[in-house]
């Protein structure tokens, strides 16, 4: 039987809004044990950012003395969030989620309600290896 991505996606995934701070995101990362986080503005998916995305930012040389760290995390996620965003919408199957996961080398895909774009949940690697892993017993 083919499962619909609203079957296993995450609901309720952390987000931020697109003020939300570098310093902010890389917290809620930490506190809810999540890699990545949607972007939303007014619960509409505006973009997406990765643990990856905050390590390359945060890790990248210093333009000059003067640009510290701390800055850098003040920054607002707004100004590093992919905003082309690879979603899915909640009705369609886990193999599309996986098709995408692997053309675009992505971790998770955001899953938005097809009629209004709003984010509804959020599918990663991991639920679609916890749903395969049922047809194995």
């Given at each position: 039987?083919v499962?619909?991505v609203?079957e296993?996606?995450?609901?309720n ?7 939300a ?15 990545h986080i ?10 997406i950012?990765?643990?990856?995305d905050?390590?390359?930012i ?5 333009e ?6 701390e800055?850098?995390?003040d920054?607002?996620?707004s100004?590093h ?5 690879i979603s899915?919408d909640t009705?369609?199957e886990?193999?599309?989620?996986i098709d ?7 971790g998770a895909?955001?899953v ?6 709003r984010?509804?949940g959020?599918?990663s690697?991991?639920d ?8 194995f017993?």
């Amino acid at each position: 039987m083919v499962k619909s991505v609203h079957e296993i996606m995450s609901l309720n995934p952390v987000s931020v809004g697109p003020t939300a701070t570098l310093r902010e995101v890389r917290d809620k990362m930490a506190e809810f044990e999540v890699r990545h986080i949607p972007v939303v503005d007014e619960n509409e998916l505006i973009g997406i950012i990765s643990d990856r995305d905050l390590g390359r930012i945060l890790l990248a040389p210093l333009e000059s003395e003067e640009e510290a760290l701390e800055k850098r995390l003040d920054q607002p996620v707004s100004r590093h969030m992919s905003s082309d965003v690879i979603s899915i919408d909640t009705e369609s199957e886990i193999g599309d989620a996986i098709d995408l996961m692997v053309e675009y080398k992505v971790g998770a895909i955001p899953v938005v309600d097809g009629e209004n774009g709003r984010l509804r949940g959020i599918v990663s690697y991991i639920d679609v290896l916890r749903a395969s892993r049922e047809l194995f017993l």
